[in-house]
């Protein structure tokens, strides 16, 4: 079982996006184990894009992704990572598949809805930037052997 970060940024909550957003991920089976809309200030959207830094778009994308609340959730399920990005589908929602939800909802390259971890390694450090251990919420769902593979 691995874990994941996912965010509906500013645009995805002003668009009144958050809702199906979120149904989306549940309804593939990944389990919450952790919500909470936050407004990111710029401390700690450099600290989560810190592999940006030196992007000609970084200036920018910390405008944006600090320009309202956004919805922080801790995902878990078998292989959650791969599982997110391809239900988030490629960065330039242009080129995103359609039926992922940067294909189906968003035009800009840069307000693309959400984020999601691009590894295992990534989404340990995410998590720890945005939840700490009594945010996170272990239980056990009753149809996860309709889900799961056990
Ligand atoms: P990802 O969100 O698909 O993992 P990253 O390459 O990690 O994409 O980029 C982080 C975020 O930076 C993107 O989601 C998007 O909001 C923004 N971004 C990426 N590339 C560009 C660009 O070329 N122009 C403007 N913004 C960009
Ligand atoms: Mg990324």
Do not use: C
Request: proline fraction near 4%; glycine fraction near 8%.
């Amino acid at each position: 079982m691995s874990r994941a970060l996912a965010l509906v940024k500013p645009d995805g909550v002003q668009r009144g996006l958050a809702g199906e957003i979120i149904s989306r991920i549940e309804r593939k089976g990944l389990k919450i184990i952790g919500i909470k809309m936050i407004e990111m200030n710029s401390e700690l959207a450099k600290q989560h894009y810190s592999d940006h830094v030196d992007k000609p778009f970084f200036s920018s994308l910390m405008n944006y992704i600090t320009s309202g609340p956004i919805i922080a959730l801790a995902l878990e399920g078998p292989n959650s990572v791969q599982a997110l990005r391809n239900l988030m589908g490629t960065t330039n929602p242009l080129e995103a598949t359609p039926g992922s939800i940067r294909g189906d909802l968003g035009l800009s390259i840069e307000k693309n809805l959400m984020h999601g971890s691009d590894s295992e390694e990534s989404a340990k450090r995410e998590l720890n930037i945005f939840f700490n251990k009594v945010e996170i919420f272990e239980y056990q769902r009753t149809l996860d052997d309709w889900i799961i593979e056990s």
